[in-house]
């Protein structure tokens, strides 16, 4: 089992930044494929970010390109989640997720996600 802990969310104006960090536990964390996605009020759960354990590779939904950012330190087994230039249509819970043994496909979907975080919630004000 994996146990996945997200901190750093809140409340920022728009235009703003926060880090949102994803604690993993239980495996080892070099083996998971780590991601992030989230969920607004009324709407199904997106993808956001993703990056594989194995080849660097990264993935963005295309509306965070160029002001999200996903790291990764495998010594502190933690995922980041860098958001800057925040906007108000980024309001959600934001969910940490890990694939175990096994890179994310590059069109990322959450059925492909094996653990999931409780979520922590990001609200931008206009």
């Known amino acids: 089992q994996v146990q996945l802990v997200e901190s750093g969310g809140g409340l920022v104006q728009a235009g703003g930044s926060l880090r949102l960090s994803c604690a993993a536990s239980?495996?080892?964390?070099?083996?998971?494929?780590m991601g992030w996605f989230r969920q607004a009020p009324g709407k199904k759960r997106e993808f956001v970010a993703a990056?594989?354990?194995?080849?660097?590779?990264?993935y963005y939904t295309d509306s965070v390109k160029g002001r999200f950012t996903i790291s990764r330190d495998n010594v502190k087994n933690t995922v980041y989640l860098q958001m800057n230039s925040l906007k108000p249509e980024d309001t959600a819970v934001y969910y940490c997720?890990?694939?175990?043994?096994?890179?994310?496909?590059?069109?990322?979907?959450?059925?492909?996600?094996?653990?999931w975080g409780q979520g922590t919630q990001v609200t931008v004000s206009s």
């Open positions: 990056k594989n354990w194995s080849g660097g590779y990264t």
């Open positions: 239980g495996r080892t964390f070099s083996s998971l494929a």
């Open positions: 997720a890990a694939r175990y043994g096994s890179n994310w496909s590059p069109r990322v979907s959450e059925s492909e996600s094996d653990y």
